[in-house]
């Protein structure tokens, strides 16, 4: 089976890099991204391509390059559905917020309204593939409700999900390690729909880098990832509180440890803690299903990696008020970075919002500067806490447009975000127009120790 017209709901930050990138490669295909967000798909048909929302290396290129050639943004969902030989589904499954599972399991409401969707929609056989991150055996769920349209219609439900990581979002598209698809590997019609898939990225992909396993496997594989990764940042994380006891660094550590080709050296960066908008989730999401199934000891076992996550942001937090005489009472304080890590504007769980609610709490002055995210973006991150009000949240924080005003007269300054830029700062003329002694935390191990005490900043870093 040949694909000519691809779907992709949701228009996020994977719907749209990813949809992007298959318009690229696959200039035959005509793909449409649809989203009921009506903004957000104005943003990508804005004229302007270095206006569309989400903010990657390389992105507005290729926008630039397919939009309105092959690849189109719009909202009109049925539409889409209707033409498409295959729709992809990339909606957002966040953590639950109320009944059973709160706090734990995904939301699948958004997941089962596109299927609904779908079913209603379609007119001819369809290939229907989960983009986004789901629980194991959703596919099951989604195969009942699209079955049971009596329009004779026949789906085909693949399991995709997606690797890449923001900020390197394309390039991690376009040299993916692997891509994963799973699928109903008994049947003749499972096995075509596979291979449909497998053509569309066997354009830019090495065969032997798409695996094709069971749909469960997919499924699980995603959620496995995910810990593994995570569980690899809040083990360093564990390391670094104690070199800073024991008089280690951590990123000595790090090195030795990841030289064993059997630990490797990736995913090895001490941090003020992990954020972004999946570890968390996912792996709520795996000790929840852990859980459903009586399996306490592995629940706990990835339960772990959250709370040493919450405790590192908590702990990094709790130093700055210890280093600053036990009280940042009405001190000024600069928070550089808010995004959950560099090259993205996506603030989504970022340790920058942790910290800096426990700063306000101490009644802390916040001063915050990041180069990507709006100051629309990030009271909306603390209101969402609902800590406080958002006019006591607006008395207390103040965005501005540039580090040095952000640092200038503060007590003191906490690196929150690995920006390039932060590294190429003016750190003399920062500490000259710093009240003294000047606090300088390192919550990325971004800069330079030896060089900023010559300075004479009093300096913290992660992990020694
Ligand atoms: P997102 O919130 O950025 O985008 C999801 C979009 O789907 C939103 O724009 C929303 O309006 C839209 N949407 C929701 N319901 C819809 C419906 N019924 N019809 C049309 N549009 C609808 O989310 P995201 O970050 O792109 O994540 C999507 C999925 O991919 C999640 O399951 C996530 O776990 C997974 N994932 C994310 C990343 C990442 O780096 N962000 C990486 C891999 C996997
Ligand atoms: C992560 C995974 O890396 C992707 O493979 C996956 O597709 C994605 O989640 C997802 O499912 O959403 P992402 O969250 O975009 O990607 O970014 P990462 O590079 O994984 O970083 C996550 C967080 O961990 C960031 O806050 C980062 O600063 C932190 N981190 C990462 C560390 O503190 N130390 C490290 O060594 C690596």
Redesign the pocket.
């Known amino acids: 089976m040949k694909i000519k017209n691809i779907c992709c709901i949701g228009a996020g930050y994977v719907g749209g890099p990813t949809m992007a990138v298959i318009a690229q490669k696959c200039p035959k295909v005509n793909v449409t991204v649809v989203d009921i967000n009506e903004n957000r798909i104005a943003q990508w048909n804005d004229p302007d391509v270095e206006k569309i929302p989400i903010y990657e290396p390389g992105l507005s290129e290729i926008v630039k390059e397919a939009r309105g050639r092959n690849l189109f943004f719009s909202t009109d969902v049925e539409s889409a559905i209707d033409k498409a030989d295959m729709i992809f589904i990339s909606v957002n499954t966040p953590t639950k917020t109320y009944g059973i599972g709160k706090g734990m399991a995904a939301d699948l409401k958004w997941i089962e309204l596109c299927a609904r969707q779908i079913a209603s929609v379609a007119k001819n056989d369809k290939i229907v593939v989960e983009k986004s991150?789901l629980p194991v055996r959703t596919a099951a769920a989604l195969k009942d409700i699209l079955d049971n349209t009596g329009n004779g219609v026949r789906f085909q439900i693949l399991s995709n999900p997606?690797?890449?990581?923001?900020?390197t979002a394309v390039d991690d598209l376009k040299n993916p390690d692997r891509v994963l698809i799973g699928g109903d590997i008994d049947t003749t019609e499972g096995k075509e729909a596979m291979d449909a898939l497998v053509s569309i990225y066997a354009s830019w992909v090495p065969r032997e880098n798409i695996l094709t396993t069971n749909v469960w496997s997919s499924e699980l594989s995603k959620l496995t990832?995910?810990a593994f990764?995570a569980q690899?940042?809040s083990s360093?994380n564990a390391m670094s509180e104690l070199c800073e006891k024991t008089g280690a660094d951590v990123e000595e550590v790090a090195r030795a440890v990841g030289m064993d080709s059997r630990v490797g050296p990736k995913?090895?960066?001490a941090?003020v803690g992990?954020?972004?908008?999946?570890?968390q989730k996912?792996i709520l999401n795996l000790v929840y299903i852990a859980k459903s199934f009586g399996l306490e000891e592995v629940a706990d076992y990835w339960e772990q990696v959250i709370k040493m996550n919450n405790h590192q942001k908590r702990r990094f937090a709790a130093n700055m008020v210890r280093k600053m005489y036990n009280t940042v009472s009405g001190k000024k304080i600069a928070i550089l970075g808010w995004a959950?890590?560099k090259d993205t504007n996506d603030t989504r769980e970022s340790?920058a919002i942790y910290v800096t609610d426990y700063l306000l709490n101490e009644q802390a002055e916040v001063v915050v500067y990041d180069p990507k995210v709006t100051e629309e973006q990030i009271f909306s991150d603390l209101n969402y806490l609902g800590t406080r009000s958002d006019e006591e949240n607006r008395r207390m924080v103040t965005v501005v447009n540039s580090p040095m005003e952000a640092c200038q007269d503060s007590h003191a300054i906490a690196v929150l975000t690995e920006w390039d830029e932060f590294k190429e700062l003016d750190w003399k003329e920062i500490y000259k127009n710093m009240l003294k002694p000047a606090f300088l935390f390192d919550g990325r191990r971004l800069l330079d120790r030896k060089t900023k005490e010559e300075i004479g900043f009093e300096f913290y870093a992660i992990g020694n």
């Open positions: 991150t997606e690797f890449l990581a923001e900020g990832a995910n990764l690899r940042v360093i995913f090895l960066k941090s992990f954020g972004g908008s999946c570890f996912d959950f890590k340790a």
